[in-house]
Nanobody, 125 residues
Framework: QLQLVESGGGLVQPGGSLRLSCAVS????????IGWFRQAPGKDREGVSY????????NYADSVKGRFTISRDNAKNTVYLQMNSLKPEDTAVYYC??????????????????WGQGTQVTVSS
């Protein structure tokens, strides 16, 4: 049973930066693709970014491309999401999730097997 814990959220002004972390325990992360998702109040959960098990492939939603960077440190069983040039519309609860079996679908919620509890990101002046 994997456990995921997100951290690094908070309140930041527009244009600012945050780095989210997703610490995975219960198994080595070497074999798993990991995605970041977010859910704003009153909206559906949406995919933000994906990183392959080796870290050699990454994918980004159009809304964050060029501003967010996903990375991983398998030695630490941790995945990061560096968020720059934040906008008020980035305000949401951010979740990381593990995809045990690669499916090629990076942002379908049901393709993910384990989820963290989420961390709040608020972008406001």
């Amino acid at each position: 049973q994997l456990q995921l814990v997100e951290s690094g959220g908070g309140l930041v002004q527009p244009g600012g930066s945050l780095r989210l972390s997703c610490a995975v325990s219960g198994a080595t992360t070497d074999f798993y693709g990991i995605g970041w998702f977010r859910q704003a109040p009153g909206k559906d959960r949406e995919g933000v970014s994906y990183i392959s098990s080796s870290g050699g492939y990454t994918n980004y939603a159009d809304s964050v491309k060029g501003r967010f960077t996903i990375s991983r440190d398998n030695a630490k069983n941790t995945v990061y999401l560096q968020m720059n040039s934040l906008k008020p519309e980035d305000t949401a609860v951010y979740y990381c999730a593990v995809q045990v079996l690669y499916s090629g679908y990076y942002y379908l919620l049901h393709e993910y097997d384990y989820w963290g509890q989420g961390t709040q990101v608020t972008v406001s002046s």
